[in-house]
């Protein structure tokens, strides 16, 4: 075997965020920038000689290149085999399906997730540890550690695999296994759901639904899903055909992005259920006939109808939702007498819960939903969680949340984000609001009372880590709740994100419109962070 080791200088900016190492395309494109990151993360790793890793990636530009340099660095290091998905494509429920099925050491997931993608976009690497789930910090921590002091990395030279024919073929003394990407998830969907049911319910003539891959991974796994398997139809899935630009969009499943399918579910004629999923599909949209779910109201239906599903119907053991999103599930938990974690954003802090059994079902506010089935939040899971649900009760979307709002209450929510903020002024914002914490509670803003302040901080119950800094979080007498937090997955400049909360348990206040209902919060973290001043911006980017 003809292994080169490659002398290097190491980068100095390979920290990875909330999830994975994210850059723009060029980035990636600078001599042995890809090459120092992955063999960073072989050379933090003990134990993965000889055995399996799975690798794929959402498609888009720079996937094809990137699978071919870790294959040969796969074989280079010493790697048993790898398990690589048709045409390069995995999405990140896949992979994590694929690595626990396989007991494979780990997984790397080529994916800047929702960022946009093509030449100017963005690309990034995601490593997957054993269990299936996202690195947890000591490893990220490991990795970056690494990548400063890298001085060369291993690869063979041997020519480019065809990743377009399902096929077993030697690298050196590795085996790589083009693997079709779709068949062991989808049947992992079938274990859970009752597909029966569903199919009839869709061909009653009573149901028709619409989903919207935006050309971005879930695609063909969608089409497996809802118009072969469930028999949904073709033309149930819009744009359906993986793009290495996603068609221009920008792949995240929001009332912005998603305008095709939002129009088409607020329009005339509208069919009963539209759902979308992000670039990697990990995350899921739902919306039914002129009405949009937001994600922490989802997670807190699903949980209170989880024994409806097969895959959930001995109940479970607790739920899990990161701090800023809202605490809907929680009210759910109460009731069901079970334990609700509340953890820092990023899916790598569920990992431990889940593992352990302490939970079941956890979510985000950013669109992500999941389970214990894999270690990933999962788009197409959460879709078919709602159809299992919707299957059962026969009732519209709107009728289900709303009698859920009328039996737990509604936590009214909304997420602003400001894009591309300058770097020093968001942290300048941040900074300021983390001087005030100590002086506020007490405090009062018009009718409200500040009952905490305070900068979230999170001990891992099982390991018991310490994650710090996690997000300023301002609360109120009443339970409603301002967070600001910077984004970890950005690529420019800096994120701003405010997350708004109010809790209203009186049924006969549950029609406000969203952004109204929580305008006296608007004001109050404009008051207190000077947002406009230190964005330059009115209003915000994105309101979700
Ligand atoms: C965002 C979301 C977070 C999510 C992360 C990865 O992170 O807020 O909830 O886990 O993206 O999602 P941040 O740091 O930008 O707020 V994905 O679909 O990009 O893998
Ligand atoms: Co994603």
């Not at 939702?321 to 929680?330: E, F, G, K, L, N």
């Amino acid at each position: 075997m003809n292994v080169h080791t490659v002398s290097t200088q190491p980068f100095s900016d390979q920290k990875p965020g909330t999830s994975g190492l994210r850059k723009q395309v060029p980035v990636f494109q600078q001599r042995h920038y890809l090459e120092n990151f992955i063999q960073s993360i072989f050379n933090s790793l003990d134990d993965y000689r000889g055995k399996t890793l799975v690798l794929g990636g959402d498609g888009r530009y720079y996937n094809r290149t990137a699978i071919q340099t870790i294959l040969k660095m796969a074989a280079a290091n010493g790697v048993g085999r790898v398990l690589v998905g048709l045409g390069g494509i995995l999405s990140t429920p896949a992979a994590s399906c694929l690595i626990r099925k396989n007991q494979a050491f780990g997984g790397i997931i080529l994916s800047a997730s929702h960022n946009p993608g093509g030449p100017k976009g963005d690309f990034g690497v995601k490593f997957n540890t054993s269990n299936g789930g996202p690195a947890p910090e000591k490893v990220t921590s490991a990795i970056y550690e690494t990548s400063k002091t890298l001085e060369g990395y291993q690869i063979i030279e041997a020519p480019d695999i065809d990743l377009d024919t399902l096929s077993i073929v030697q690298l050196g003394e590795t085996t790589v296994e083009v693997i079709d990407p779709v068949a062991d998830y989808a049947d992992l969907m079938q274990s859970l759901f009752d597909f029966d049911r569903i199919r009839d319910f869709i061909k009653s003539g009573r149901f028709r639904m619409s989903f919207d891959a935006l050309h971005a991974v879930t695609g063909p796994y969608a089409k497996a899903l809802f118009e072969e398997r469930l028999g949904a139809g073709e033309g149930t899935v819009q744009n359906g055909t993986p793009l290495e630009d996603f068609g221009g969009g920008h792949p995240d499943p929001n009332l912005v992005y998603a305008h095709d399918l939002v129009e088409l579910l607020f329009g005339d004629n509208a069919p009963d259920f539209g759902a979308a999923s992000d670039g990697d599909g990990d995350r899921n949209m739902i919306l039914g006939r002129n009405f949009f779910v937001t994600p922490s109201d989802s997670l807190a239906v699903l949980a209170a109808n989880a024994t409806l599903v097969p895959g959930y119907q001995d109940g479970l053991a607790g739920v899990a939702r990161s701090m800023p999103t809202s605490a809907a599930v929680d009210r759910v938990a109460e009731k069901l007498g079970i334990d609700c974690y509340e953890t820092p954003t990023g899916w790598k802090f569920f990992g431990n819960l889940l593992d352990a059994g302490k939970a079941t079902l956890c979510g985000e506010e950013s669109f992500g939903t999941g389970s214990n089935h894999v270690r990933e939040k999962d788009g197409l899971w959460a879709v078919l969680f709602w159809l299992n649900i919707l299957a059962v009760r026969e009732q519209s979307v709107e009728d289900i949340v709303r009698e859920h709002w009328k039996t737990y209450g509604r936590n009214y929510y909304s997420r602003h984000d400001y894009e591309a903020v300058d770097k020093d002024n968001a942290t300048t914002l941040m900074e300021n609001l983390r001087s005030k914490l100590d002086s506020m509670p007490g405090q009062t803003f018009g009718n409200y009372q500040v009952k905490y302040a305070d900068d979230f901080s999170y001990t891992d119950p099982v390991d018991g880590s310490i994650s710090k800094n996690q997000g300023v979080r301002i609360g109120f007498t009443d339970g409603s709740r301002i967070v600001f937090r910077l984004s970890g997955t950005g690529t420019q400049g800096a994120t701003l994100r405010l997350y708004l909360e109010s809790y209203e348990p009186d049924a006969s206040q549950h029609q406000t419109e969203t952004q109204a209902a929580l305008a006296d919060f608007i004001d109050i973290a404009e008051e207190v962070a000077q947002i406009r001043k230190y964005t330059g911006m009115d209003k915000p980017t994105v309101i979700t």
